[in-house]
């Protein structure tokens, strides 16, 4: 099944989801996450090393440091990979209050890692958008 492309309906339907915990991103020497026993729910190899995104749980109890702490809201709308302007009304919206974002776009939906501090006010925000395309 394809995934949505028009931007009104994934802003109008996007429906956003706050999972629970709290959730890191950490770097480690590229193949280390399966010795220290780590299941990421997300990794992206990169020159430098292994980003890995983890419940905070999983890092603390392995010692990886972590700078920064992120709730993440998953937009239940199955959109396409190849959908324009999506993730740049998220960001634009929720940067527009001063709310940094880390989206990351999986094959069925796109998941958002925001500070934990402002999780319930991107929430909110995602709504007031959704509402606004609403029909």
Same mark, same amino acid.
């Given at each position: 099944?394809?995934?949505?492309? /028009?931007?009104?309906?994934?802003?109008?339907?996007?429906?956003?989801?706050?999972?629970?915990?709290?959730?890191?991103?950490?770097?480690?020497?590229?193949?280390?996450?399966?010795? #220290?026993?780590? =299941?990421?729910?997300?990794?992206?190899? *990169? =020159?430098?090393?292994?980003?890995?995104?983890?419940?905070?749980?999983? !890092? *603390?109890?392995?010692?990886?440091?972590?700078?920064?702490?992120?709730?993440?809201?998953?937009?239940?709308?199955?959109?396409? #990979? *190849?959908?324009?302007?999506?993730?740049?009304? @998220?960001?634009?919206?929720?940067?527009?209050?001063? @709310?940094?974002? /880390?989206?990351?776009?999986?094959?069925?939906?796109?998941?958002?890692?925001?500070?934990?501090?402002? !999780?319930?006010?991107?929430?909110?925000?995602?709504? =007031?958008?959704?509402?606004?395309? !609403?029909?």
């Amino acid at each position: 099944m394809a995934g949505e492309t /028009n931007l009104s309906q994934l802003l109008a339907t996007m429906r956003p989801v706050r999972r629970a915990g709290e959730y890191v991103f950490c770097t480690l020497p590229a193949g280390q996450a399966s010795h #220290l026993g780590l =299941e990421p729910i997300g990794l992206f190899h *990169e =020159e430098e090393g292994l980003t890995v995104i983890l419940p905070r749980a999983q !890092a *603390e109890a392995v010692g990886l440091p972590c700078d920064a702490i992120f709730a993440m809201i998953t937009l239940t709308v199955h959109s396409s #990979l *190849e959908a324009v302007g999506f993730l740049a009304a @998220i960001a634009t919206q929720l940067a527009s209050h001063g @709310i940094s974002v /880390n989206p990351v776009s999986a094959f069925y939906h796109d998941h958002l890692f925001v500070p934990v501090a402002q !999780a319930e006010i991107a929430m909110a925000l995602l709504h =007031e958008l959704s509402q606004q395309h !609403a029909p």
